[in-house]
């Protein structure tokens, strides 16, 4: 999709002509950190506030989250897991030299931070 900055750039034009429709949101799950800031942005300059008016979540729990304004409640992937099973498998399937596929499921965690409250 792009670098950083297109990414919240092209989401903030993409989500203002949302909230220009009769029905806005009440909340948005983006898939990034990115994408959830970009929509951060476009409530902020329609007027509209951040969890107030409409809750944002995010997906993947980055820096970004941590310092935005307000503190963007995401999702944890638990990359850490992700890299160290990804790398044992790897040296599993150079050691036997074959490959077979195998499903792995990871636990995610929410991190609720300042983007989110019930609707009012």
Same mark, same amino acid.
């Given at each position: !999709? #792009?670098?950083?900055?297109?990414?919240?750039?092209? %989401? &903030? %034009?993409?989500?203002?002509?949302? =909230? @220009?429709?009769q029905e806005r949101p009440t909340s948005v799950f983006c898939c990034n950190d990115l994408m959830a800031l970009g929509v +951060?942005? $476009?409530?902020n300059k329609a007027g509209l506030c951040v969890? &107030? @008016?409409i809750s944002v979540i995010g997906f993947d729990n980055? =820096?970004?989250? @941590?310092?935005?304004?307000?503190?963007i409640t995401t999702v @944890?992937?638990? !990359? *850490?897991? +992700? #890299?160290? +099973? $990804? $790398?044992?498998?790897?040296?599993?399937?150079i050691s036997r030299g074959i490959s077979c596929r195998k499903k792995t499921v990871l636990d995610t965690k929410l991190i609720i *931070?300042?983007?989110c409250s019930r609707p009012l």
């Open positions: !999709m #792009g670098n950083s900055i297109e990414v919240v750039n092209k %989401t &903030e %034009t993409s989500f203002k002509k949302l =909230l @220009d429709t +951060i942005n $476009a409530c969890p &107030e @008016d980055t =820096l970004l989250s @941590d310092v935005s304004h307000p503190k @944890d992937l638990n !990359m *850490k897991e +992700i #890299g160290r +099973i $990804a $790398a044992l498998e790897l040296v599993s399937i *931070k300042e983007s």
